[in-house]
C-alpha cells in the first residue's frame, strides 16, 4: 500500500474532486509535474490542460481538463484553483468544434487589440479541449 | 358606511394579495436554498485562493516594483466603490439598507476631499442613488444575477471592467458594498476594500464573527515555499483572480441575501393580509347583521302599525 496525498479541485462555482489519489499529474505553467504524497510545499500557476488522477501506480488515470488556475501543494494535500474544470469524457467534440469556428468568425471581426486577445485566448483554450480529447 | 357589496370585493382583493404574496414567498424560499447551497459550493476556492495569496503577501516585500493591485498606486484620493444590490425590489429594506450605507460612505469621503465614482451591480441600487448621486455613477451592470444560479463569468465580466479602470489609472482605491448574508433574517451591509489588497480583509461592523474565514496563514506554516515560476508573477495572475473571486463572493452573498429578505417580507405581508381578511370580514358580518335587524324592525313596525 503506497502513501497518498489528498487531493482538491475546486472552481469558483464548486469542489470537483476531493479524494486522496496516488499520483495528480498537473499542467503547470513552467510544464507538467506530478505531484506525490511528500512533495515539498509549492505554488504553481497553471496552463490550460489536463489533470491526471492516478488511483494507484497503475491502471489509467482519470483526466480532467482545466483552463488554467493555480496549484498549491504540501506534503500531505494537493489543492488546485481551476478556473473552469470538466472531466475530459464529458467533454463534447462537435459542440467544440463549433465553438471553434465561432470563436475564428469573431477574431476575424474583431478589431481592438485586448477583444482580439481575449478571443485568441478562449480560442487556445478550445484547442487544448480538443487535443484533450484527440489524445484519450 | 359601506355598502355590504364593498366589503365583499375588499375581502376579494385582499385576499388574491394574500395568494400571491404566499406564492412569492415560496417562490424565494426555494431560491434561498439554492443561492445558499451555491454560497457553500463557492466557499474552498474562495478559502484556497485567501489562504495562498496571505502565504504570498506574507512573502513579498513590497516594493514599487510589487504588483499595483497590492502595493496600491501610492495615493488614496479617488475612490471607486461598486454597489451590488438586487434587480428586483419587494424585498423589505433589503436594497435600501445597502444604498444607506454607500451614502454614508460617499459622505464620508467627500467630506475627507476624496473623489468618488461609483459602479453598480443590480438595477435597484443604481434607481435609488440616481437622484442624489448620478453623475458619480460610471458604469451600471444590471441582470447579472440569472434566473437559478450567479455565473461567475459575470463577477469577471465586471472584475475585468474595474481592472481596465485601474490600469487606465481612473482611481486608487476599489471597495465592494454589498448585503452580506448572515442569516435568513439578518442582513448586514458590508464594506469591503478590494484594491489595494488587504491580507486580513478588514470589515466595516466587526462583531465577533468569522473565526473560519481569516486566512490561515499558520497551515502549511514552517516548511519553506517553492514558487513556480516566481512570487512575483504569480502574484500577478492571483491578485486579478482574487479581484473576481471577491466580487463573485460578494455577488452570492447579495443573492442569498435578497431572497432571504423577499421571503421575510413576503411572509409579513401573508401575515398583514390574513389580519386584514379577518377584520373585514368582522366588520361585514356586523354590516350584513345590522341589515338583517334594520328589515326585522321595519317588518315588525310595519305589521304592528296596521
Known sequence: ?136 | MPSLRDYRDRIKSVKSTRKITSAMKMVAASKLRRAQEQAEASQPYARSMSEMLARLASNVTITPSSPKLLAGTGSDQRHLLILVTADRGLCGGFNAYAVKALRQKITALQGAGKQVSIVCVGRKGRDLIRRDFGHLIIESFRDVFGKNVVEFAQAQKISEYVLALFEAGKFDVCSIVYNEFRSVLVQTPMTQQLIPFRAEEPRTPTKGKKAEEKPAVAVGGTSPYIFEPNEDEILSKLLPRNLSVQIYRSMLDSSAGEQAARMTAMDNATRNAGEMIKDLTLQYNRARQAYITKELIEIISGAEAV
Open chain 1, 1 to 136: 500500500m503506497s502513501r497518498k496525498i489528498h487531493f482538491d479541485l475546486v472552481s469558483p462555482e464548486k469542489k470537483l474532486v476531493s479524494e486522496d489519489v496516488h499520483m495528480a499529474v498537473i499542467p503547470g505553467d513552467m510544464g507538467m509535474f506530478g505531484v506525490m504524497a511528500g512533495h515539498c510545499s509549492l505554488v504553481a500557476s497553471l496552463t490550460h490542460g489536463v489533470v491526471k488522477l492516478y488511483k494507484d501506480d497503475k491502471g489509467t488515470p482519470r483526466r480532467i481538463f482545466i483552463a488554467g488556475g493555480f496549484a498549491d501543494v504540501n506534503g500531505a494535500k494537493c489543492s488546485v484553483l481551476a478556473e473552469e474544470a470538466i472531466p475530459v469524457s464529458e467533454l463534447d467534440k462537435n459542440a467544440l468544434t463549433q465553438q471553434l469556428k465561432d470563436l475564428t468568425e469573431d477574431l476575424g471581426l474583431a478589431k481592438e487589440k485586448n477583444d482580439k486577445a481575449r478571443i485568441k485566448l478562449k480560442i487556445a483554450v478550445v484547442n487544448a479541449k480538443l487535443l484533450a480529447i484527440s489524445s484519450q
